[in-house]
């Protein structure tokens, strides 16, 4: 079930950056975002959260927040 979440969301992102009306300059504007990482111990969360931080621009990594449940 969450593959086919996955898969439907994937396609719709797809379909809206080759509709006609996407600009790409708007990949450059200042946005918000939160990534939320959940499934079962041990399958890699926490190493996801780091390896994705370390992708930041330097002035943003300190922005970088992990919690462990």
Known sequence: ???????AALTEHLQHL???AFDAEDLEAPR?????FHGV????????SV???RLLPDDLQHMALYYRA
């Open 51 to 53: 390896i994705d931080s």
């Open 32 to 36: 918000n975002h939160v990534l939320v």
């Open 18 to 20: 080759s509709a006609p």
């Open 1 to 7: 079930m969450q593959w086919e979440l996955v898969a």
């Open 41 to 48: 111990g041990g399958i890699g969360k926490t190493t996801l």
